[in-house]
Antibody, heavy 119, light 106 residues
Framework: QLQLQESGPGLVKPSETLSLTCTVSGGSISSSSYYWGWIRQPPGKGLEWIGS???????YYNPSLKSRVTISVDTSKNQFSLKLSSVTAADTAVYYCARSTRPGWFDPWGQGTLVTVSS | EIVMTQSPATLSVSPGERATLSCRASQSVSSNLAWYQQKPGQAPRLLIY???TRATGIPARFSGSGSGTEFTLTISSLQSEDFAVYYC????????FGGGTKVEIK
């Protein structure tokens, strides 16, 4: 059974870079059928797709976040990572990682990790 | 950006009754639409993809329909575990989600 688990700091200072890692278990991140994505959800609000990556390193990003986002993959560790630069309080959210088709739906999802941006 | 609009924002339904949730796209997304269920403190769970195909393990009381710009998620007979927030998501272009419909106990 495929499982995803997010990890990283729960508190980031304004103007700094948010960094999270998603570890995939129960399957290979190098599967040719899937992309791997990040989605976030501010407290009490809806879902926003951040971006996705293929195991080869090919990426596509939400245009509204593209200038601040970098997603990378480490196939040797079965992990992919998110970096979001120049964060503000508006970036406070639960960040989820998930597998997807491209274009496509997201399934399964990690449990999510809350990142708070505050000094 | 394709904007997804869900209605109503809140739906009050009694257990055993039918619930009908709507999702509208700002432009055609063909059948490239998914539905998710989210319970408090949990990640979203995929219910439907391709507008009408149930994901693995999803009960038959959940059904999806529609194409183009108008979509519907129907829960034929609400069970206690179905009270949650439901989101639609289009993937005809870069993914965007609707604002959600909360299904609450009447």
């Amino acid at each position: 059974q495929l499982q995803l688990q997010e990890s990283g700091p729960g508190l980031v200072k304004p103007s700094e870079t948010l960094s999270l890692t998603c570890t995939v278990s129960g399957g290979s991140i190098s599967s040719s059928s899937y992309y791997w994505g990040w989605i976030r959800q501010p407290p009490g609000k809806g879902l926003e797709w951040i971006g996705s990556i293929y195991y080869s390193g090919s990426t596509y990003y939400n245009p509204s976040l593209k200038s601040r986002v970098t997603i990378s993959v480490d196939t040797s560790k079965n992990q992919f990572s998110l970096k979001l630069s120049s964060v503000t309080a508006a970036d406070t959210a639960v960040y989820y990682c998930a597998r997807s088709t491209r274009p496509g739906w997201f399934d399964p999802w990690g449990q999510g990790t809350l990142v708070t941006v505050s000094s | 950006e394709i904007v997804m609009t869900q209605s109503p924002a809140t739906l009050s339904v009694s257990p055993g009754e039918r619930a009908t949730l709507s999702c509208r796209a700002s432009q055609s997304v063909s059948s490239n639409l998914a539905w998710y269920q989210q319970k408090p403190g949990q990640a979203p769970r995929l219910l439907i993809y391709g507008a009408s195909t149930r994901a693995t393990g999803i009960p038959a009381r959940f059904s999806g329909s529609g194409s183009g710009t108008e979509f519907t998620l129907t829960i034929s007979s609400l069970q206690s575990e179905d009270f949650a927030v439901y989101y639609c998501q289009q993937y005809n272009n870069w993914p965007t989600f609707g604002g959600g419909t909360k299904v609450e106990i009447k």
